[in-house]
């Protein structure tokens, strides 16, 4: 099997532009934990996840909350936690370096591919266009014989 006898086709995504809190609320209303996050001209240039949104000052969760005053950081890896603590829009917190597949990737190196990386989803692309996302549900799915995720859906 390859990645597209599995992948969800019609992927849920968001721009770059929108707020931390129009994700929170896309994901929480369409039941996905994750969302590529895509430009003006629809084209992939990020991912965000619930875990990007774990550590947010809004909830008092940030990581460092004595470190209020990003002057007076001067430690580069606390700078970028309270960036992403404190960002408002997607484009200032989504990981950018998103991991990819094509479509013709074979099912297994997607299974490596998440389990090494640590991460739950996958953009599938084509001709650079994203033409679809596998996540962990999608094994199940195929493991018991359906082909396409209702939650993707639109």
């Not at 390859?2 to 019609?10: E, H, I, L, Q, Y």
């Not at 707020?19 to 929480?28: C, F, R, Y």
């Not at 970028?80 to 074979?106: C, K």
Request: charge should be positive; include cysteine; hydrophobic fraction near 45%.
């Amino acid at each position: 099997m390859n990645a597209k006898d599995v992948m969800s086709p019609r992927v849920v995504t968001i721009s770059c532009k929108a707020t931390v809190s129009e994700a929170a609320k896309l994901m929480l209303d369409r039941r996905i934990s994750g969302l590529p996050v895509v430009n003006e001209e629809g084209r992939l240039v990020g991912m965000v996840t619930e875990g990007d949104l774990l550590r947010r000052i809004e909830i008092g969760t940030e990581l460092h909350p004595w470190a209020r005053n990003p002057r007076s950081i001067s430690d580069f890896k606390l700078f970028g936690e309270y960036f992403r603590s404190h960002g408002r829009y997607l484009e200032d917190i989504m990981t950018r370096d998103v991991v990819r597949v094509f479509e013709n990737t074979p099912l297994a190196k997607v299974a490596a591919l998440l389990e090494l990386k640590r991460i739950k989803r996958v953009p599938v692309m084509d001709n650079g266009k994203m033409i679809g996302i596998i996540s962990r549900a999608d094994f199940l799915r195929a493991l018991v014989g359906e082909t396409q995720s209702p939650a993707f859906l639109s």
